[in-house]
């Protein structure tokens, strides 16, 4: 007679580890946080956001008070903006900012670069008070050198001339530029620099090809900024542009006419003149993150 089988009891499982109080506050502490800065993510997202859903609306519905959500969508307001309904076209507009705003930011950058590298690691005598300098002409409202610049643009006949706006949008983003780039220069290596220049390189070849790579994610940083504030600026280009250089945000506040306020079409104007400046911020966003954050942790 076989002997009786013993079958071992399943095994237990493993009981949850019990936090310690500090941990738990801990956990408690980061999704509390968590759940703030979703609730402030979908606060800034929530005008965007109605501005796109108002666009797809009818002007009938877009006009009510409040909005239907329910509402049927249209891209009547699209259609309506890019002048399919016989109406002026904004390609001219938009054409005009992205030549201004993308000229004036290689331009800026063109000249921050050495600039920054004179007051970061060859630096020269004095160069807070130059920092201080660059800072303080944008102490200046913009509107107390608007007659001055619109005088000098009637008297050599640049008034309506897109290159104008380059040069302004230059001299405006200059300093901020050089603020900036100062700083993220300030954190590349001297040792490589010298090991260049020990080669035979001459400035410009530091600058291109050792001093420009490793700054890489602030000089993106600081194009990014440029580049959004010449394309949202409106008191320059409404003043000194007409027909032939008017850019996409003159032609934004065109929609808003005596006959009424087209709502529908204005958000959809408004979506379409934001999608450069949301483009450029997504293509760039990796690199705009490491350069804002360039020299936070030594």
Same mark, same amino acid.
């Given at each position: ?135 303080? /002409? ?17 008297? /050599? ?99 808003? /006419? ?41």
């Amino acid at each position: 007679m076989s002997a009786p089988t013993v079958t071992a009891p399943p095994p237990k499982a493993n009981p949850r580890p019990v936090l310690p109080p500090a941990a738990r506050k801990a956990r408690r502490r980061s999704a509390a946080l968590g759940l703030v800065a979703w609730v402030a993510g979908l606060g800034f997202c929530l005008p965007a956001m109605w501005m796109l859903l108002t666009s797809l609306h009818a002007e009938p519905d877009a006009a009510t008070n409040p909005p239907s959500l329910a509402a049927s969508l249209t891209l009547d307001s699209y259609r309506e903006f890019f002048g399919a309904g016989g109406g002026p076209t904004p390609w001219p507009s938009l054409i005009n900012s992205l030549s201004a705003s993308v000229f004036s930011t290689l331009l800026v950058l063109v000249l921050a670069l050495p600039a920054a590298y004179a007051l970061s690691i060859r630096r020269v005598r004095k160069w807070t008070d130059v920092m201080f300098f660059f800072l303080s /002409t944008k102490m200046l409202p913009v509107v107390a050198g608007l007659l001055p610049i619109y005088l000098f643009a009637k008297n /050599t006949g640049m008034l309506d001339n897109i290159w104008l706006l380059v040069l302004l949008y230059t001299s405006m983003n200059l300093p901020i530029a050089v603020w900036m780039m100062q700083s993220f220069l300030a954190d590349v290596p001297v040792s490589i620099i010298e090991a260049a220049q020990v080669d035979g390189a001459r400035l410009p070849t530091v600058l291109a090809r050792v001093v420009a790579p490793i700054a890489a994610p602030g000089i993106a940083a600081t194009a990014l900024i440029c580049f959004i504030f010449s394309w949202n600026e409106l008191l320059f280009a409404r003043v000194l542009t007409g027909v032939v250089a008017q850019t996409a945000p003159v032609y934004l506040i065109g929609v808003v /006419t005596s006959q009424g306020l087209f709502l529908a079409q204005l958000c959809a104007a408004s979506v379409v003149v934001s999608l450069p400046v949301l483009a450029a911020g997504y293509a760039a966003q990796d690199k705009l993150v490491q350069g804002l954050s360039l020299g936070a942790v030594k």
